[in-house]
């Protein structure tokens, strides 16, 4: 299991609009499918790409060679521009104990929020939280951890959206935090 996090080259943009958007997410569900990878969060930001995901073989790095290296050659042909698209390498922490990879899964679901690019994770089409709630399918096939948080699935998925709702509500708290020591 592998927290991964891919950086736009000098934080620059991966992604200009929608239509870049859903060919990064369409890559990377074809990458998973092809390097039999279970995707098990993701958010697409406007910079960078985060992912939790299950390799079954060790082959993390060249999946995601392909996944990267296709879609910069693909954004660069349709962007007429050329050279590096992405700050490589990537980077890739394994999560070795449960506790790790609900904080990482956690941390990946509340991204957009904690951006200030959206209120609740719900609103973020390009990113798994939807899929991980049923709320709606996402654009990549996710497998959510919800075995960690309860056996039941509808359960497990209650409680994931409660986790979520508290990361929400400490990211609100911190910015009148920060509001009030600025006054």
């Given at each position: 299991?592998?927290?991964?996090?891919?950086?736009?080259?000098?934080?620059?943009?991966?992604?200009?609009?929608?239509?870049?958007?859903?060919?990064?997410?369409?890559?990377?569900?074809?990458?998973?499918?092809?390097?039999?990878?279970?995707?098990?969060?993701?958010?697409?930001?406007?910079?960078?790409?985060?992912?939790?995901?299950?390799?079954?073989?060790?082959?993390?790095?060249?999946?995601?060679?392909?996944?990267?290296?296709?879609?910069?050659?693909?954004?660069?042909?349709?962007?007429?521009?050329?050279?590096?698209?992405?700050?490589?390498?990537?980077?890739?922490?394994?999560?070795?104990?449960?506790?790790?990879?609900?904080?990482?899964?956690?941390?990946?679901?509340?991204?957009?929020?904690?951006?200030?690019?959206?209120?609740?994770?719900?609103?973020?089409?390009?990113?798994s939280y939807g899929?991980?709630?049923?709320?709606?399918?996402?654009?990549?096939p996710t497998t959510?951890?919800?075995?960690?948080?309860?056996?039941?699935?509808?359960?497990?998925?209650?409680r994931l959206g409660?986790?979520?709702?508290?990361?929400?509500?400490?990211?609100?708290?911190?910015?009148?935090?920060?509001?009030?020591?600025?006054?």
């Amino acid at each position: 299991m592998h927290h991964v996090v891919a950086q736009g080259n000098n934080r620059q943009a991966i992604v200009t609009d929608d239509c870049d958007r859903a060919a990064l997410l369409r890559s990377l569900s074809d990458t998973a499918s092809r390097f039999r990878w279970s995707c098990h969060a993701y958010c697409l930001m406007t910079t960078h790409l985060h992912l939790v995901v299950e390799t079954r073989d060790p082959n993390l790095g060249h999946g995601m060679g392909r996944l990267l290296g296709g879609y910069a050659r693909w954004f660069n042909r349709r962007h007429g521009r050329v050279g590096h698209l992405f700050m490589t390498p990537f980077f890739s922490r394994v999560l070795q104990t449960d506790e790790h990879v609900l904080a990482a899964t956690l941390y990946v679901l509340v991204n957009p929020v904690r951006a200030r690019l959206c209120r609740h994770p719900s609103e973020w089409m390009w990113g798994s939280y939807g899929d991980a709630v049923e709320l709606r399918p996402t654009l990549v096939p996710t497998t959510p951890l919800l075995g960690l948080l309860a056996p039941n699935p509808q359960v497990a998925r209650a409680r994931l959206g409660e986790l979520v709702d508290e990361q929400v509500a400490r990211i609100a708290n911190e910015g009148r935090e920060v509001g009030k020591a600025g006054r």
